[in-house]
């Protein structure tokens, strides 16, 4: 669960709905035609650009990338040198017992692989095939909420200028401009805010997850290989502190 | 039959009528003129930009996307193996009763250079540069659309300020300005619609279309190729099923 | 002289003119000093962007883009090949008669350098550096075109920002506002119009016609060189096939 | 501590408020729930598109940024040589009398390798990861820097419009406008204050530290390694003299 | 001089002063306090983005730029011809002479390091370096205008905005708006005039010249160092030419 994104969707809701309220009258800014019309629309704009199933799946994307959980780094390493150090002792088959234990599918395709017996180089080819997936739906999917962030302030003009056009049309006299006036704004304001306080954003945190999800199945990758070699748990460690390296500066970047 | 494109522009312009309704009349949101200002212009600036063949070409490319089935990979490579048995078991000239049963305009000109006996370098040369023209194609196709979507808001604009500038120089009092004020912004609107839920979605489009069309396309280079030297159902099989691994990230991008 | 341009201009203004009868009175879109502060203030900054030379060359380079005829591909292999029969027959010398009849420029270059008798390795290298120049000229027109079209609606602007103040200020009363206004916007008008309609797709038709005229121009140095190592007119023509092919891909896309 | 940097700040604020004042009242344009939403807004959404930590980060980069030191190179260079004499005439160890007077952290860390005696394999190899993290960091900083500075402008229109809608809905008389317009704009006006005056700017300034720190630390870099090498005063001189000249640059871009 | 630099500004300002004339009154469009957040927070912005250095330094580039000489390149060849001629029949020494005459400073850099008896590797890599640093600070000077072009339309809006708010909330009728508005709109003038007429075309102009002064510093190099070896006048012409003729191009350019 990453907490920042749960936070900041959160706390600018707060900050918006907070400033309404000092403003003013929070019923103005419900306005369900107002965002049928840009909602609606950029989804349909989506649809267009995309395949019906690239599009149906950029919400399954969005809900794994806030909810999966991503092994620390340190406890991946001593999960994979305690299989080394089963697969040592009583070989390939006794991690059969240790499965159940496994929440990360990606681990569990890697130990089924060693339990199965197959070779380090068929294991290495076909888990980085996986990664190579995941990446390029991660791609896509970062692609696809960029247009939706790029789509919603279009559509949200679309609708101001219907209610604008509207209203300018039936108007009497420029003294109902306001009322008229504020109803075409709604749909700009939800425009505005849903580019730049979910889709651009959420695209943004896909890319950044995206690298460090990356980084993870690097690890378990070089951890079964080397368990399939039948390397030491020392060896096993070893290979895979390298990445741990590279891991630390995310780390370091986030501190410093 | 493109379910998503169909479904997106439906959709899009359901919401668009049902908002207009919603917010008040239909009848001036239709206006011929303002249509003829942002059309017009767009396509003049299009013919100035691009020559008069590639302008024209843009429709029959447009039609051609929406209305062309790619073959399903698995049955593209089930036809090309009983291809392949019916070659070896009766030489090339026995696949001439199959190519009444053929669609894809692609694999009857492939087919058709088996029966005439050609060799595999020659296949693969002509089929190769068939792709690449498709492909070059294809991304004119995208440019001139990308182009119309830029061009559309630019002569709505010009559109709006003609309806503007006429208004505001026989206006007499500042009371009048809302009925001519609506007509000048129905051009704003047609530009608004036009771009974003016409032409720059369908130019995403082609670019995600061209790419699944090519991968159809070079396996049916390998499969006719693999025939022309001879190979059995199976050999066939296996140099066709290259790109059913690459062609299954498509699906797995769109499932998940 | 290219149809698509003038066809796109002239129905592009008559499609604004057009529109604007339907709205109005023509009359007050002729405004000589709204013209004068876009025409003029773009044309100043063209001159500090570019050089004195390069941009009083920007009209001839228009001009030729417009008026200049390619020959066509298969009437131009024609040529060559006759001219390696008279060649053969009679050497280079009796070309001399045919120069007459040319009207390309850069074919004439090329048969002058025949009956010079200067050697292939000689003609290739002249005659490619003259291609690269006219590349480099056309792509240096195309950049000022295209600062023309960015900076058109910039001085638009500058001409409504001196109209809307100048009428502000010496506004008595709010009711005044709808002719005055009406008079600064011919200015963004004029900008809008120049830069869509004219500069920009301008801009884009000059890099079309560079493509084509490059490839028009490799066809003659493979010709002028195939005749100068005395190859026969069959040997010419198969030398300028290989461009009719990449030709045909112009011809293709334009069709499809 | 960067002068131009806080000179920048703090003469732009003095010309804003001055502004102000001269315009009118001072008081109107402190709007806490304006700041609220603007800053809030822009925070929110950087904790979206970045992790906790990477935002959090973002202060320390600054802060650093604004008061850290860099070394002069001629007193580096002078430094370092000195430091050789020691390590030539008493040994590395004697070094440690030194520490305590160096404040620069880098430079501490490599004169702390030079006692611990490491050789200069193992010094180059951690120095400059050290100064690969460093530049990561620094890009890093400068990527939310910019986003900050795109999202001002964005949440500051939010602002605006429910500022707008809500004096619009509530308003009885297009007389009531100016009041509430007034407010409402205040917004945009933060959001166009802190994206082009604070965070814009300071994300180009970033970029700028980076080249010069890193020019820094490879001048430390070389000349802890030549020390550690044992090699001469001059030597040492003459292997950090080569980045001098690059430094040099620097001084010369800025001087011309 | 720079002809089309000097007249496109002068030029430049006499259509805006003619336009200004005759919209109405010129007074209204000098405004020393618009002025003065235009410019002043163009300048502080830029001085937090660059170093005080880099800021101090733009104007001796924009200087340098209008008013530095480049040597027509036949008359710099016909001076490195006539050297070569005082080398070979005096010796190098007899260059001193000469040095009197010679106002360009890299041409009497280069002939000193010849009487000073330098060699030929020694020269070209410090005259090289020198070219070098040249185009370092012409990229950073491009760098700069372009950001203060881009930072004028920004602190145009603050200015204007300030104007608007203090204009509205002390406004008590709609009567009133006309002065307010026109006061507050010079500030968007300035702003747009400085960016279009000013900086981005000087950004550009800039760019222009760093490529011709390249090209003449090159030629200056390829003289000197054919003298310092000794080589006959004709083989100084012979080395210098090869810049001539991609000289040429340029002047092609500027006259098709």
Redesign the interface.
Known sequence: M????I???V??FV??I???L????LA??FNI?AL??VF??M???????????????IF??IK?TLLHKTIPPQELIQMMVSYAAINRRDGALALEQEMGKIKNPFLVKGIQMLIDGQDEEAIHELMD?EIQ?LE??HA?GKKILD?MGA?CP??A???T???????????????E???G???A??C??YG??L???VF???G??LG?YSKVEKISMEMVVAGVCAIAKGESPTGVREKMQVFI?AKR?E??????
Chains 1, 2, 3, 4, 5 share one sequence.
């Open positions: 990453d907490l920042a994104t936070l900041g969707v706390l600018g900050v918006i907070g400033t309404i000092h403003e003013g009258d103005i800014f035609p049928a019309i609606g629309g989804t349909c704009a989506t649809m267009i650009h995309f395949s019906m199933g690239q599009f149906l799946g399954s994307v794994k095939l997936y390029e739906r896509m247009f789509s279009s559509f003009m679309v609708g200028l219907i209610g604008l056009i509207s209203m300018l049309s039936s108007m009497e006299s420029p003294d401009i306001g009322a006036m504020a109803v704004l709604v700009t304001f505005a805010l580019a730049n306080l651009l954003p959420l943004g945190k950044q390296s500066r780390q370091l970047k986030a501190k410093v």
